[in-house]
């Protein structure tokens, strides 16, 4: 190759006689796409290495030398390059190895998932021979077999092109799936009794070019031509991946991801995909119900209504709350925050559950992209929860930046994350301390290194060292058995790192969209701080109001007379089970608005209002980035559920005020007016941001301050409790999805092996954790991630949910752990 | 997970420090295990797995690659009976079909009392002494349907004394003596160029001065 | 059976008056110890690379023009010049994966003259700046890794390897690893995943050229073991009477496997390019003729992968290049040789089956094709071919190594020879070779084909399925 003069951009190169340009570094196969020539491929995916084993995008390419057949997906562009996708040489291989494959691949169009959306089938009609030559007996497996509980695959279907393996392997870094045998005999498989449990086993099904793979949830359901689509946004945690929704007949029948390159890339967790499930569910509810003698009962929407105005007209404002909020859309936020602070005029609205973090410390510090913390060369601190268990399609995005763009990961988490096999340093500090961690990780930057929360200073100094090019920090609520203000503190000193810009990792659906809507005490829709006042709302409370905790507390001594849950269940989420119990007993009426009921609306609702799921009202949703993208209706509400702002509506109505909301459309038309940041979010711009959603940038929350409290000691014979989320839980959502209701492991409690051996118990043998606040019984593990001195029990799972442990008022948790 | 005994787990870490990652040692211990039991159990992959960082899946993924590994029991003697060209042509089927005559199995089966398995191998490098097989990789040269019957029955009666168990390969092992060894580190702490090619460059210096 | 210049201890190897350049102690029962090698100039081609600089011992070895004894006949100093520079670590990996049918020789080597074979890595570490040197010996050769193993043990104790050898700055280890039975190994890539701990599946080159990307992306040497044998003489005695033996060309010796139907099979080492397949045949000093004074029928001249030989290609002398033009490849000195009462369908299938086997599945055209061949090849000859079959089996070849494919010349029929190298719409050279017999025997022996096909094509086949293939419910 000649060498490129240095002021040429581009890479000439002629495709069948006419000369394209071509990004440097292009592969050939996509530089050929983009210019409107397709050529055929099954192994190559464009956001995995090429491997260039299926041979399918051989064409012929001269580089001086004559022109010989190459993968395609193998050779990046060179100037002056010759290509010829459309010669004999080409044509005769593309035949050869289609009918290749074809030879043992089972005649199973006609019951298979994948015909009509096949690559097989496509590229044999498109590239292929007209007839098989192939007299022989076929290779046979037992088909399928389940190699998970969500996943099938049928090895007589499989065309070994590597990318179920590869995904699992290189993106996912869940190698539970690999070639197995050699030659005609390989097959792709699981170790005996270790199944493709992966959080992301749901790509494979996706991404597989033939109907090898399937996915329990959509088997047989359905075929393509009878799906109808729209793009839109996951509902079920923070990430926003883009996806689309697939329906027939009114129902939702699968997501698949759509490759957003500032978000997901086309990935998804398998909650994420297989989520749509519990939207589904019979247990959906479909009428408004209001409790008689005890027992929750069906009724109108009328009788509903005034039952919910009698209940709120004339009541003082500090005596109203609403708990909830992530679950709705962008639209439906607003105008939930109108009611209640510009109508109700209460300022007690929190959509987090005391679970998460302060506003102050996602509105008030400089903001990251996800794309941004990727960038090759820069650090990410992670200062929160493990991102495979919350935020799936993060971990993939960071997993990526980490092995393949040399990004440097330096884990502050209070146990072993799903990254730390590939992080560049793994510091655990003692749970209550990470912000003495973090800001002894800053002295040691400028020289200064010292121990620090039972982290030893070489470590922290190697860290420190190891920090190359902007940081992002990565910060949420590593530990719902420690406060907020730890987490908040350690941001503080983070926050004096050079360039620094922070990822929020709250991890709750749409709650970043909540707390750009107000949903937050002292907050106004548009990020502004309560006494900034808001001219589209009537009122504006002038006391900044109570958050969760403090709404629970109030309602507990008796001095709440309404409280609203909006899509929440404190019983489950809020890291106090007494303190949540005590409040919904002691509040006065208690309005559920939801989709599904859960444990809190079952025991303590009064009135339940029936909601309509994110796929069955139109609608935005915001991201922890601060990006919006559209989530579009694509099914109609069961029964007479209804959408959250529409039921705000109704309510403000017969309370005598004009929310002033006809539409989606015309929420974001005021959103747009009352909040300067959302002033770029026109209809033109959302719908160009289709794909890439639109980001917000801007904010008028002041950063948070210090909480100056300190963490106390514990004594020599407790343990002290870390409570992090499993991406499997008791949720409700979880649960009412078929596929995925029974992968919530048991409760346990897990120790470090040295605190383990102490006890001179076996593993699995059932213990009592006891705590000041309660205690509970779980099955005890040991695992080396879980560090000396430290307990770790999931949230919110099957058994006993940890949160009876937890005082929150407490900034940490200290727990003795006793044989039962 | 435990699977190999004290003195295979010695060795075992012994192997993986000849490598620059430990990866590299998949194999090595591979042969390690069935040298241990006489084939490849799931238990032995899982602790290779532990050992060599990385899943179990991996571990069989790589394994069932190549022939050697058996994941399933065999005889105490593996009797490999080479059918390529060569020795076909000089009567290596012939042997084969005597083979599975003598011992009454077919080529893969095992006898019904585990002494002996038999394979039909492909080329083992001994192609001028056609026909020949392998018991136990021990090699048996150019033989005639007579041979192989005394070969059985020697044996059967204890006098095959150089044939060693079904696993087991070279009856010595390397070692390197603590302190021997130039050092085996990973590639990335063993990026500064090798010592001794300094002389090259006093000889550049020397050309030009 | 063996006559009295078989050396016994080294079976096959027959002691004739050829050269010597690296089986000179096979004829010493104890070649294989310390002891004999000391006594016979060992460890002194080392120490004369010792005594100059790495640059000039890459240079010798250059200027010897050492071609490749694997099987691609590349020469290996000029592959020794393809690293990039100052991207260390550099490793070596000495490939001792023999497998190729017919080929019988680095297992001698190995067995006999492990130190010869340490002190060649030992000359070629210290010429490149190599830090390790991996030897990859196959599983299945026991005996081979044992003196292998005692002769590296040995050669730490006497400060041969390891840490400062022979008290200069050079320090270097050595690893002994293991295959564990798959022919495609011996691919130089595929050796390097093995060693990676991976299934042994071939790297596309580009870009994976190890030279370039090797051993954990790092450049590595792939040399085979009679190449990397040849130096510890080659530095004793320089490469004037290096060249002194064989052609220009092709200058000194190599080692070649005589098997099949002739008088005396064995293990020669032969003057490269000046020794023709007549006298290896036919030579009083080699093979003595065909057994039973048959008539030659065909030979493989190189190894299991190489288009086939006839009577009129038996005066050309072994040398990779004449071979090459004349539709073949010397490859690893593996000369099969089958006389008149051979069935030409036959000994194809047999190599067809052992491409199957052995391919490894990564690329669609081999794993597939292969087999496919494999099961055409057995239908004709269990009398189940129909006439479609022949061009059919030439077509799927075609789909595997497109183009008119190597072949010998063939006079009878007034057709020229194709020349070397096939081209191939897979990742490496194993699905191209499955071709060599079937191009071969179709175009020589097509009668014989057509004679086994008794069946019109109108006919449905019901042929059972095959003993090799995977019918595996559960």
């Not at chain 1, 007993?585 to 559920?592: D, F, H, P, R, S």
């Not at chain 2, 590299?24 to 042969?31: D, E, K, R, V």
């Not at chain 3, 089986?23 to 010792?50: I, K, Q, W």
């Not at chain 3, 040497?221 to 220009?248: C, D, M, R």
Request: a negative charge; one cysteine or more; glycine letters at 10%.
């Amino acid at each position: 190759m000649t060498a490129v003069e240095n002021e040429k951009s581009t890479v000439t190169v002629t495709l069948n006689g006419v000369e394209i340009e071509a990004n440097p570094g292009e592969l050939l196969i996509d530089a050929a796409e983009r210019h409107g020539t397709y050529i055929p491929r099954f192994c190559y995916h464009s956001r995995m290495k090429s491997v260039g084993m299926c041979r399918m995008c051989l064409v012929e390419v001269d580089s001086g030398r004559g022109p010989a057949l190459q993968p395609s997906c193998m050779i990046p562009v060179g100037e002056g390059m010759t290509v010829d996708t459309e010669s004999e040489a080409t044509k005769k291989a593309q035949d050869g190895v289609l009918e290749f494959l074809l030879i043992n691949h089972p005649l199973d169009c006609p019951v298979c998932d994948k015909g009509g959306e096949c690559p097989l089938q496509d590229q044999t009609v498109a590239f292929g021979p007209g007839e098989s030559r192939f007299v022989e007996e076929k290779r046979h497996y037992e088909k399928p077999i389940p190699i998970s509980d969500t996943v099938y695959l049928d090895r007589e279907r499989c065309i070994l092109c590597d990318r179920c393996t590869r995904f699992a392997d290189d993106v996912a870094g869940d190698t539970l799936i690999h070639f197995m045998d050699r030659g005609n005999s390989t097959q792709v498989n699981t170790f005996p009794d270790e199944p493709f449990a992966s959080y992301f086993s749901g790509n494979t099904v996706q991404i597989c070019p033939v109907g090898a793979l399937t996915a329990k949830p959509y088997r047989f359901k359905a075929r393509p031509w009878d799906l109808e689509e729209t793009i839109s946004t996951a509902w079920i945690d923070s990430v926003g991946s883009r996806v689309t929704i697939q329906s027939s007949r009114n129902q939702v029948l699968r997501l698949l991801g759509v490759d957003a390159d500032s978000v997901n890339w086309g990935w998804l967790s398998d909650k994420e995909r297989f989520g749509f499930e519990a939207l589904n569910s019979e247990d959906r509810l479909t009428a408004p119900m209001v409790r008689v003698d005890g027992r929750l009962e069906a009724t109108g929407w009328a009788p509903a209504l005034a039952a919910a105005t009698d209940a709120l007209r004339d009541v003082d404002p500090a005596r109203i709350g609403v708990i909830g909020g992530a679950r709705l859309t962008n639209e439906s936020q607003y105008a939930w925050t109108k009611l209640a602070k510009g109508v109700l005029g209460t300022d007690n609205v929190d959509a987090q559950l005391g679970d998460g973090l302060p506003v102050e410390a996602v509105l008030g510090l400089p903001r990251a992209t996800i794309n941004q913390a990727c960038t090759p060369g820069r650090t990410v601190i992670l200062v929160g929860p493990d991102p495979k268990e919350d935020l799936g399609a993060l971990f993939l995005r960071l997993r990526h930046a980490v092995v393949n763009d040399g990004t440097t990961l330096i884990e502050l988490t209070p146990t072993r994350t799903g990254l730390s096999t590939i992080a560049a340093h793994s510091l655990h500090p003692k749970p209550g301390e990470v912000d003495l961690l973090a800001a002894a990780l800053v002295d040691a930057v400028s020289g200064d290194a010292h121990d620090a929360a039972g982290v030893p200073a070489n470590a922290i100094a190697a860290a420190a060292a190891s920090i190359s090019g902007p940081v992002t920090v990565v910060l949420g609520r590593a530990s719902v058995a420690e406060s907020a203000a730890v987490t908040v503190d350690a941001a503080i000193a983070l926050s004096q790192l050079e360039g620094v810009g922070f990822l929020s990792a709250l991890r709750r659906g749409n709650v970043h969209g909540a707390l750009d809507m107000g949903m937050a005490p002292g907050l106004l829709p548009g990020r502004v701080p309560l006494r900034a006042g808001c001219d589209a709302f009537d009122q504006v409370p002038t006391e900044v109001g109570m958050d969760t905790i403090a709404m629970l507390e109030a309602a507990a001594s008796g001095d709440l007379d309404v409280l609203v849950l909006l899509g929440s269940d404190p019983l489950s989420d809020v890291p106090d089970a007494d303190l949540a119990e005590r409040g919904l007993a002691g509040a006065g009426t208690v309005i559920a608005v939801e989709m599904l009921p859960n444990a809190s609306t079952l025991t303590h609702a009064d009135l339940v209002l029936p909601a309509a799921a994110p796929t069955e009202v139109d609608g935005t949703f915001t991201n922890l980035e601060g990006r919006v993208s559209v989530a579009e209706q694509k099914v109609t509400p069961p029964g007479t559920a209804r959408a959250d702002w529409m039921i705000a509506a109704e309510l403000a109505l017969r309370l005598g005020a004009d929310l002033g909301v006809e539409s989606p459309e015309s929420i974001r038309a005021e959103i747009a007016v009352v909040s300067p940041v959302h002033a770029k979010l026109t209809e033109t711009a959302l719908a160009d941001g289709r794909v890439e959603g639109v980001l917000i940038s801007g904010s008028s929350i002041e950063a948070p301050t210090a909480s100056g409290s300190t963490t106390p000691a514990n004594d020599a014979y407790s343990l002290r409790l870390v409570a992090a989320r499993r991406m499997y839980d008791n949720g409700t959502m979880l649960q009412a999805s078929a596929s995925s209701a029974g992968l919530a492991a048991s409760v346990k409690v897990t120790l470090n092996p040295t605190d383990f051996e102490k006890l001179g118990l076996d593993a699995g043998t059932v213990v009592k954790v006891i705590s000041g606040r309660g205690e509970l019984m779980a099955p005890l593990a040991a695992d080396f991630g879980v560090p000396a001195g430290s307990a770790m029990i999931p949230t919110n799972a099957p058994g006993s949910n940890v949160n009876t442990l937890i005082d929150a008022s407490a900034s940490v948790t200290d727990v003795r752990v006793e044989r039962a | 997970m435990s699977y190999f005994t004290a003195e295979n787990l010695e060795t075992a870490h012994e192997i993986i420090s000849r490598y620059p990652r430990k990866k590299s040692a998949l194999i090595p211990l591979l042969h390690l295990a069935q040298e241990q039991e006489g084939w490849v159990t799931d238990n032995a992959m899982r602790q290779i797995a532990e050992l060599a960082d990385t899943t179990p899946a991996e571990v069989k993924g790589t394994g069932s690659f190549y022939e050697m590994f058996k994941f399933h029991p065999v005889g105490a003697y593996m009797i490999n009976v080479c059918t390529n060209l060569a020795c076909q042509l000089l009567g290596g089927e012939e042997l084969l079909a005597h083979a599975e005559e003598s011992l009454g199995i077919k080529a893969g089966g095992t006898t019904a009392d585990g002494m002996f398995t038999i394979e039909d191998v492909e080329c083992i490098a001994a192609c001028t002494e056609a026909p020949c097989l392998q018991v136990n990789y021990r090699y048996k040269l150019r033989l005639t349907a007579d041979d192989l019957d005394q070969l059985i029955d020697d044996i059967r009666n204890g006098r095959a004394t150089d044939i060693p168990e079904h696993g087991t390969l070279g009856l010595v092992r390397q070692h390197i003596p603590a302190g021997a060894g130039a050092g085996i580190v990973a590639p990335e702490q063993a990026t500064e160029r090798p010592v001794w090619l300094a002389r090259n460059d006093a000889a550049a210096e020397g050309r030009e001065g | 059976m063996p006559t009295y210049d078989y050396v016994p201890h080294a079976p096959g190897y027959v002691d004739n008056d050829g050269p010597k350049i690296v089986t000179s102690r096979f004829v010493h029962e104890d070649s294989h110890t310390l002891e004999r090698y000391e006594a016979t100039n060992g460890y002194e081609g080392l120490r004369r690379a010792l005594d100059r600089t790495p640059a000039d011992v890459h240079e010798e070895v250059r200027d010897a023009v050492v071609l490749g004894r694997g099987g691609a006949g590349f020469p290996a100093g000029v592959k020794w010049g393809f690293m990039p520079p100052g991207k260390f670590p550099y490793y070596l990996v000495v490939n001792g994966d023999e497998s190729e049918p017919g080929t019988y020789k680095d297992r001698l080597l190995m067995e006999r003259d492990p130190h010869q074979l340490i002190e060649g890595c030992l000359i070629t570490c210290y010429a490149l700046g190599l830090s390790q040197c991996f030897l990859y010996v196959r599983g299945e050769m026991p005996a081979a890794q044992e003196n292998l193993a005692q002769a590296l043990n040995e050669a730490y104790a006497k400060g041969y390897v390891g840490k400062n050898i022979m008290g200069t700055e050079f320090s270097v280890d050595i690893t002994l690893t293991w295959g564990a039975g798959a022919y495609i190994v011996g691919e130089e890539t595929a050796l390097i995943e093995s060693l990676e701990g991976n299934r042994g599946m071939p790297r596309l080159k580009p870009p994976f050229f190890p030279a370039a990307i090797g051993l954990y992306g790092q450049p590595t040497i792939v040399n085979n073991v009679e190449t990397l044998s040849n130096l510890p003489w080659l530095l004793v005695n320089g490469f004037e009477q290096y060249k002194a033996h064989g052609s220009e060309a092709s200058p000194g010796s190599r080692m070649v496997a005589v098997s099949g139907h002739v008088n005396r099979p064995g293990v020669y080492e032969i003057e490269q390019g000046v020794t023709t397949f007549r006298d290896l045949l036919y030579g009083d000093n080699f093979c003595r003729g065909i057994r039973n004074d048959n008539e030659l029928k065909m030979f493989v001249p190189g190894g299991g992968s190489a288009p086939w030989f006839f009577p009129e290609q038996l005066d050309l002398p072994l040398e990779g290049r004449t071979v090459g033009a004349e539709g073949s490849m010397l490859g690893s000195g593996a000369i099969m040789v089958m006389d008149e009462t051979t069935d030409a369908v036959k000994a194809a299938l047999r190599l067809v089956r052992f491409y199957a086997r052995e391919s490894c599945g990564k690329c669609t055209p081999c794993r597939e094709g292969t087999t496919w061949e494999e099961r055409i090849l057995q239908r004709i000859l269990d009398g189940e071919g129909r006439p479609s079959d022949i061009d059919k089996l030439l077509d799927i070849a075609d789909n595997i190594s497109p183009g008119p494919y190597p072949v010998a010349a063939d006079p009878s029929q007034g057709l020229d020879a194709v020349p070397f190298p096939p081209k191939q719409t897979t990742i490496c050279p194993l699905g191209p070779s499955s071709v060599a017999p079937i191009t071969s025997t179709i175009r020589r022996f097509r009668h014989e084909y057509e004679a086994k096909i008794t069946k019109r094509d109108s006919i449905p086949v019901m042929a059972a399925p095959m003993s090799s293939d995977p019918v595996e419910v559960g």
